[in-house]
């Protein structure tokens, strides 16, 4: 499975219709692109940890999409829906990341841990 995780900041001055025009283009990208398997899609939460001090960039939004493989991922990111949803996330977002990840459950995804790239 593979995800593909944004992590963002919108804008201070983002207004509401901007906010919405976002969410209005990630909704027609989940609906209308076939390959997204799931997503994901919330705020991030605080409850006191040391670890939350250690981050040097609040991201105060994360996006995870899971693609059955490496051409659903490659399918979504050139599909018009996601152009569109592209241009308005540049639009309103601060700060921003995003990784793509091949991910496996259980011992099979730790074992990654251990393995040498590439083999």
Do not use: W
Request: one cysteine or more; a negative charge; hydrophobic letters at 40%.
């Amino acid at each position: 499975m593979i995800l593909h995780v944004v992590l963002f900041r919108p804008k201070p001055e983002l207004t509401t219709d901007a906010r919405r025009g976002l969410a209005k283009a990630f909704s027609d990208a989940i609906d209308g692109i076939g390959s997204i398997r799931r997503a994901r899609i919330g705020r991030r939460r605080t409850h006191g940890r040391q670890y939350e001090q250690l981050m040097r960039e609040d991201y105060t939004y994360a996006a995870i999409l899971e693609f059955d493989d490496l051409a659903g991922l490659k399918a979504y990111l050139e599909h018009p829906a996601h152009t569109e949803l592209g241009s308005r996330f540049f639009e309103c977002f601060e700060q921003a990341v995003m990784y793509d990840y091949d991910v496996r459950d259980g011992l099979a995804g730790l074992n990654t841990l251990v393995e040498e790239e590439g083999i």
